[in-house]
């Protein structure tokens, strides 16, 4: 039962902080084409895509890490247990407060204004900087998860 948890908590974190790592490299080759409308165009598709898929992912992670540490010896007042919850939960409140609204304000903008406004480049900018931000707190997790210190 406990390898069965164990199996979906890291098939979920390994969707969310994968599709993260994944997100970083095609928002980077689209940065590097020097072009900024296919950098909007990619972080627009993006945008939409993460939305989905790493609210599930989020839910579905601390969901099994909880039930995780209700089935195993592992504590809740555990520091590295107690850390990885905090993040997770600093990186959904992220999602839902600022990626979420942010990122259909900006889509919405693409539909009124076209993809090289200066207003779609600045909140693209900040959309990229809170990807950034995600990806690093998912690590710092994984680091705990792993090392337990
Ligand atoms: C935020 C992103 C998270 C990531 C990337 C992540 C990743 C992982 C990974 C890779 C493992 C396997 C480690 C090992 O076998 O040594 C693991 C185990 C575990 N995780 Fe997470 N986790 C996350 C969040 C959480 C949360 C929020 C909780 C609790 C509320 C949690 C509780 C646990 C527990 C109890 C284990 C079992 C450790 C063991 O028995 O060895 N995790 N996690």
Redesign the pocket.
């Known amino acids: 039962m ?1 390898k069965t948890i ?1 199996l979906l ?2 098939l979920f ?2 969707i ?2 994968g599709g993260s790592i994944y997100t970083e490299s095609l928002l980077a080759g689209a940065n590097r084409s020097g072009s900024p409308k296919e950098a909007m165009r990619t972080l627009s598709s993006v945008v939409r895509t993460n939305d989905r898929l790493f609210g599930a992912a ?1 839910a579905g ?2 969901v ?3 039930w ?2 209700i089935v ?1 010896t ?1 504590e ?1 007042e555990m520091g ?2 107690a850390g ?2 905090v ?3 600093v ?1 959904i409140a992220l999602a839902i407060a600022f990626v979420k609204p942010k990122g259909q304000a900006f889509n919405d903008l693409i539909g009124e204004r076209g993809l090289d406004d200066p207003e779609v480049l600045a909140l693209g900018k900040q959309l990229q900087m809170a990807l950034h931000a995600q990806t690093g ?3 710092v ?2 680091l ?3 090392y ?1 210190p």
């Open positions: 406990a164990m908590h890291v974190a390994t969310w902080l989020g992670t601390v099994f890490g909880f995780l540490v195993t592992w809740f590295w247990v990885g919850l993040l997770a939960l990186a707190i998912l690590f997790a994984l705990l998860m792993v337990k």
